[in-house]
């Protein structure tokens, strides 16, 4: 199957040209002035915006939490992916005390196996337990393609883990070329201000905001920073959403340290008065960590313009609010903590960030597609329009508007975070690995469409000598 491309703008993270472009079966073929070859599909991009397709690396389908599931199976939420412009996606499985890693990672294919992406999956591996020499496994998951662990420093009780296993991962991870991504904040503090809160009959969903500030965020990433520095390997920080975090990401690039950090839509556009929704409507905003002050989501611009912040994911954990959030009805602290968003990622991205002149095209492009693509070890064949590279691709409508709402949703949740925001510019067709899974306000895509994706590790070619580290050895 042939498709040719017609006359669209083509941007990259660098570039910036009208051309024609070919894609034969997955791949793309030829990138030309003017292509005059005979293709079975031409799409007009003429006045179009041809884009790569979006690599969004933090989501999470089918993800057991909260004492419930994720409402988005593989399939759903892949699909959803698609219609947001984002043709892969990199999950989280999760591994549970008394579950090998190879275990768990047997039991999310199981899942990817059952519900068919749309589009193409890769995954990290969530590390809860290191007891019994688990670390034993990690050559073997490097081999399978999961070149990156998520460790929590929050969620104590479930998902957190100490500093001995953090040390212990990092060094692992950094020693096979993995990248290490934390959630970070004090989760000691955090259980103890919940506690207070709960006692002091303070039971409503805004209680989640004022017990989880910013400081235990920022003390956390200062402290992920210190212990990845001391095991020599890279730190790349999630859902970084507070402007003293960043500050302390920026000062640890500034050493040369090799530290990562992401961010996502509702900390750049939803701000701390969505905690003032009356009734148990603020649950829908009960993610971790929550929106924050309006200062911090300046200062985040900011990072994504000057590169403290390296890309911005979704964070996609969507609990419906019906059945789901109200099971935190009497009791904030246990309303299943995420939100949704995969679907909304570029267009909420190039409203509100490119047509404000806050972050260049190929800023945008680099954000959302090459960044994660090189740091996750998807590139070239990710994150780029390139002959040779996956022909995932978007033909994005600058001119056409649309308004964010639960009516027109892919996704399976049961509401909108951005309910009734409207957005000007939209992905109008969707391509991945040359089938087209997104055409004129429909998902075409099938479940199966996608595959498992194998990832190479963290910079891969880069020696390990290269990293600038105060590495504590003992050997
Ligand atoms: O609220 C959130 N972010 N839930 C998902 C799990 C996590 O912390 O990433
Ligand atoms: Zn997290
Ligand atoms: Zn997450």
């Not at 212990?168 to 970070?184: D, F, P, S």
């Not at 340290?257 to 900390?267: D, G, S």
């Not at 099971?327 to 909304?344: M, R, T």
Request: with cysteine.
């Amino acid at each position: 199957m042939r498709t040719l491309i017609r006359n669209g703008r083509i941007v990259t993270a660098v570039d910036d040209y009208v051309a024609d472009l070919l894609i034969d079966g997955e791949v793309i073929s030829m990138i030309g002035a003017r292509i005059d070859v005979e293709a079975d599909r031409v799409i007009d991009a003429t006045g179009k915006l041809v884009l790569p397709g979006g690599v969004d690396p933090h989501t999470h389908m089918e993800m057991p939490f909260g004492g419930t599931e994720t409402i988005d199976t593989f399939s759903s939420g892949t699909a959803a992916a698609a219609k947001g412009g984002t043709t892969t996606i990199v999950d989280f499985p999760v591994q549970t005390r008394g579950h090998s890693l190879l275990e768990t990672l047997e039991t999310w294919q199981r899942k990817l196996d059952t519900n068919k992406p749309v589009i193409d999956v890769g995954f990290h591996m969530i590390v809860s337990d290191l007891s019994d020499g688990r670390l034993q496994d990690v050559p073997a998951l490097v081999k399978e393609g999961v070149t990156s662990f998520k460790l929590f420093m929050a969620y104590k009780g479930a998902l957190m883990v100490d500093d001995e296993t953090i040390f212990e991962a990092l060094t692992v991870a950094g020693e096979q070329g993995m990248l290490t991504m934390m959630h970070a904040e004090n989760g000691g503090v955090i259980d103890v201000l919940v506690r207070r809160a709960l006692s002091e009959g303070k039971t409503g969903p805004r209680y989640h905001a004022l017990t989880r500030p910013e400081l235990a965020e920022a003390e956390a990433v200062h402290s992920a920073l210190a212990i990845a520095e001391l095991a020599g390997a890279p730190i790349y920080i999630v859902h970084l959403s507070a402007e003293r975090s960043l500050q302390h990401v920026g000062e640890a690039r500034q050493r040369g340290q090799y530290a990562y950090a992401e961010t996502c839509p509702q900390y750049l556009f939803l701000d701390e008065s969505v905690y003032d929704s009356p009734g148990f409507e603020a649950a829908k905003f009960v993610f971790t960590p929550p929106a924050r002050a309006k200062r911090s989501q300046d200062a985040l611009w900011r990072g994504l313009a000057f590169n403290d912040l390296s890309v911005i994911s979704t964070d996609h954990c969507p609990f419906c609010f019906k059945g789901q959030k109200e099971l935190g009805a009497d009791d904030f602290s246990k309303i299943p903590n995420g939100g949704p968003g995969v679907e909304l990622r570029l267009p909420l991205v190039y409203d509100g960030g490119v047509r404000t002149g806050r972050i260049t095209l190929n800023r945008m492009v680099e954000l959302l597609s090459t960044a994660p693509a090189k740091l996750f070890g998807l590139f070239p064949r990710k994150g780029t329009i390139a002959v040779g590279s996956d022909a995932d691709i978007v033909v994005f409508d600058p001119n056409r508007s649309t308004v964010l709402s639960v009516e027109n949703q892919v996704s399976l949740v049961d509401y909108c975070a951005f309910e009734g925001r409207e957005v000007h510019g939209v992905p109008e067709t969707v391509l991945s690995r040359g089938r087209v899974v997104y055409e004129d306000g429909k998902v075409t895509g099938k479940p199966g469409d996608g595959q498992f994706i194998r990832r190479t590790e963290h910079m891969g070619t880069l020696s390990p000598q290269a990293t600038p580290t105060t590495a504590i050895r003992v050997r």
